[in-house]
């Protein structure tokens, strides 16, 4: 009964070490995340993650009737969204993309860059009108850009700022609460 | 690619590290090490193909999709929602351990997370330190965040089997997960992330998740018998 009074008296102390360990931990990173100095995260170098450069890319839409360029000095921000036809969350977040698009179209640029290499032409474009998208839509014909973005899963969703510094990449389906987040992250919010 | 077969980077690493802790664990109970296998075939069964639970229409008019679709967030949380499931009605069945089954998975969880952290690098922030990784040219260095990971996976190893802890009381979860996400959370300021939610990164909420799990373990762990020694 002695080694069991021992262990309690052991698990108490423990208990209250974690607890203040945690609290602090969580207090001093809100504080040290509130007073970080931007250019701590700042990356001059160009690479597809938050807080570097975004790797310019200049690329068709699908109409081929205008060529896109993505790099630094743009007028508003940018949403770069790889995706394809066959892709199930690229089809579950489409309408979620038109219906954003259509709403804050003044305040943000939305680039739906497909990886054509691995996709039909014919269902891209069945897609596009299914879903009602009405911005450009561009063809990643041999996957060079898609390969210079990293992106291994589809969709993968980049924000962009006008100066052309990613500021989030999200990987995966991406929901409204998200798209509506990228507005106050990029300083658009209302 | 090897041939005409490409392989996925991604799952053989993971393959490797899931192998490992295999082999590293299988002294240990082997019906709870069959139990967690069973849990990471179901969560991974999910993630391959749970896209048909959520778009069958699709999968139906072409069922090459599950050839060439694998899931995103809500397929890992269906696989984890169902391994969850399938643990509790095992848990009714036989008189499992949960303090062995936590230790197991926890021993587990950490050497599948070094052999992954080995592999993949994680650029933090810059850094002129001679240790720094280097993306494009090599002129500017980043914080190795992977290694610093693995550092601290194998800091806690060492702290663990100086300490003498009891396998399988669930001691070495309830350490584990506080030091890893108390650990993480320091190295996360190496590592400047977009700020999601409270002024916090993801990644640093994920951490506080980790710390939150261990210390509330601390509870489970708390029973003290009579004819048991106290081996803390």
Known sequence: MAGCKIKMTKAIKERCFMAVAFLLSFLVT???????????????????????????????????????????????????????????????????????????KEKINLYAVNVTKNDRLREVRDFSKKYRW???????????????????????????SKDGIILDRHIGYIGRYQLYHYLNHSGLGE | MLGGIAFNKVVLVYGLGFLLAYLVLRKQDRQLLSLLSHMVLITLFFYRFGGFFFEPGMYLKNPLLFLQASGGTREWLTGILAATVYIVVMKNR??????????????????????????????????????????????????????????????????????????????YFTNLMFYWGFGTILISHLNSQPIKFLYLTNDQWLSILFMLTGALFTFYTKGCSVDEPSSV
Not at chain 1, 40 to 47: F, G, L, N, R, V
Not at chain 1, 57 to 74: E, H, I, K, P
Not at chain 1, 137 to 155: C, K, Q
């Open chain 1, 30 to 104: 809100v504080w040290m995340n509130i007073h970080k100095p931007i250019e701590a995260s700042e990356k001059k170098e160009s690479a597809p993650l938050p807080n570097f450069i975004a790797p310019p890319f200049s690329l068709d839409n699908l109409q081929n009737t205008r060529t896109f360029t993505l790099g630094a000095d743009m007028k508003k921000p940018v949403i770069v969204n790889f995706w394809a036809s066959w892709c199930p969350p690229c089809q579950s977040e489409a309408p979620e993309l038109a219906a954003y698009y259509n709403k804050n």
């Open chain 1, 134 to 160: 009405t911005f450009p839509i561009l063809l990643d014909r041999d996957g060079t850009v898609s390969d210079r973005y990293w992106v291994t899963t589809l969709p993968t969703t980049f924000l962009i």
């Open chain 2, 94 to 171: 036989y008189a499992l351990n949960i303090g062995k089954l936590a230790d197991i998975s926890a021993v587990g969880f950490f050497i599948i997370m070094f052999v992954k952290n080995l592999f993949f690098p994680i650029y933090g922030d810059k850094t002129s330190l001679p240790w720094g990784i280097s993306i494009n040219d090599g002129t500017q260095l980043y914080h190795p965040i992977n290694l610093y990971y693995c550092l601290l996976i194998v800091i806690l190893a060492f702290i663990l089997w100086k300490s003498h802890e009891v396998f399988g009381k669930g001691r």
